[in-house]
């Protein structure tokens, strides 16, 4: 009987103890996971159906003799005008986008329905999701796809320097794999950026200077993206053409641009800092309007020449580019903060006038008119009504209005 009794209670302090072990296991499996994107699951569970493909096949569907494009990162600031401009004219457009929480996802949602109602689908998922890139050039012969998606921001990528790696390296790398696999093979037109000059001090910047002072992991990450593309040129026979932005802005905008943020501070009498380069000098930038780089993307897309390989290897050479999309003059950030000051100045507050931290000899008479004023006053409306939470349906709105009335490429 004390045997049995022994024996039950070994069985039953196993079991315990097997149970806090396993239960234990799982917490930890559990919290230490990398955060996944829930776009990525929902691709594989409800929405690969016939329905689904349906979609893809009708997005993608051209007019005679124009382009079908796959464009990654649709429901972002560049990502929408673009795939709205090429909808516009003509082409097929399928949207691949992750939605992550950057910044207020909300937005991307808006640009999204937007760019539904114009006819295209933006597909909920993730550049790193080989079966889902897979299946898509399973369903559609894409001409070309135009590569937006990427952990954007100079300064976040000191918070979180893995969210870089996965979108610009690990992303990059896994949709030339895809691209190379393809057939036909698509001519790739991707962003690059104007930071890959990082440290150089020659201006006008030229895309014959070297590169190779990034002054940040997502300029280093972009320009790594640079020379990974000349690998998959060269190996593969894939038409790549990079294009380095400088700074864009204009309606839609990302929250985390300087310009939208100033804004938002500046209205709310908060205090702003202007950052001071080499010299003590405040920093300057080739601010781009949007209109203009989706000009360039589409130019890019017009004019790349056909991938050359096929079955993993390349026929011939293929073309490789990397092009700047900006002006050559930088304008100092103390004028944009001046142009918002002006624009802005009925809602200014003393206090917000005392805590900019700006050289306060600067002259605002020679200051004057940035590049398109107007859409900065944009962009500052836009800026506004999108930081309070119950205006959002009425920014929504003009956010529509904007893109109807004015958008016309
Ligand atoms: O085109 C580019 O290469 C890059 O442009 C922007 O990066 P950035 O130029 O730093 O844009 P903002 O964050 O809007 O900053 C604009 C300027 O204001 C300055 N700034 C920013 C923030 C701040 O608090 N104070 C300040 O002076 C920045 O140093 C910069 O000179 C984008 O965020 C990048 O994703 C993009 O690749």
């Keep these: 009987m004390d045997k049995h009794r022994r024996w039950t209670y070994s069985i039953t302090k196993l079991v315990f103890w097997a149970t806090i072990f396993a239960g234990t296991l799982l917490f930890v499996c559990f919290r230490s996971s990398p955060p996944s994107h829930s776009a990525t699951m929902k691709w594989g569970s409800s929405n690969n159906t016939p329905q689904w493909e349906k979609r893809v096949r009708l997005s993608a569907r051209s ?54 109602q114009r006819g295209v689908f933006v597909i909920e998922g993730d550049i790193n999701d080989e079966k889902l890139l897979k299946k898509l050039f399973d369903i559609v012969e894409f001409t070309h796809v135009m590569h ?43 962003a690059s950026s104007s930071s890959v000059y990082g440290l150089n001090s020659k201006v006008p910047f030229s895309e014959k200077d070297q590169t190779d002072q990034p002054a940040s992991l997502y300029a280093a990450t972009k320009k790594a993206g640079e020379e ?94 990397v092009f700047n999309l900006g002006n050559t003059s930088p304008v100092p950030v103390t004028k944009l903060v001046s142009i918002l000051e002006k624009l802005l100045k009925q809602n200014i507050t003393k206090s917000a006038k005392h805590h900019l931290d700006v050289n306060e000899n600067l002259t605002m008479a020679h200051l004057a008119g940035l590049h398109k004023n107007r859409n900065y006053y944009f962009s500052a409306q836009i800026c506004y009504l999108w930081s309070l939470p119950k205006r959002k349906k009425q920014c929504t709105e003009f956010y529509a209005f904007w893109q109807m009335k004015r958008i016309n490429y």
């Design 63 to 116: 007019r005679s003799g124009h382009l079908s494009v796959l464009v990654t990162g649709a429901a972002g600031f560049v990502g929408s005008h673009v795939s709205a401009a090429l909808k516009r004219r003509g082409d097929g457009v399928v949207g691949l986008d992750n939605f992550n929480s950057y910044y207020d996802p909300s937005l991307k949602r808006a640009r999204q329905k937007l760019l539904e």
């Design 228 to 321: 990974i593309a000349h690998t998959y040129n060269h190996i593969y026979g894939l038409s790549i053409t990079g294009l380095r932005f400088f700074t864009v802005y204009g309606p839609w905008g990302r929250p985390d641009m300087a310009y939208f943020f100033f804004t938002k501070n500046i209205l709310k009498g908060n205090p702003i800092s202007v950052f001071k380069g080499s010299n003590n000098k405040t920093v300057a930038r080739d601010f781009t309007y949007i209109d203009d780089i989706v000009k360039g993307c589409l130019g890019a897309l017009d004019t790349a020449e056909k991938s050359t390989g096929s079955g993993g290897k390349k026929k011939k050479n293929a073309q490789l580019r």
């Design 148 to 190: 937006l998606a990427a952990q954007a921001g100079v300064r976040y990528a000191m918070k979180n320097p893995g969210s870089y790696i996965h979108s610009n390296i690990a992303g990059l790398v896994t949709l030339f794999e895809a691209c190379k696999s393809a057939n036909p093979q698509p001519s790739i037109v991707w």
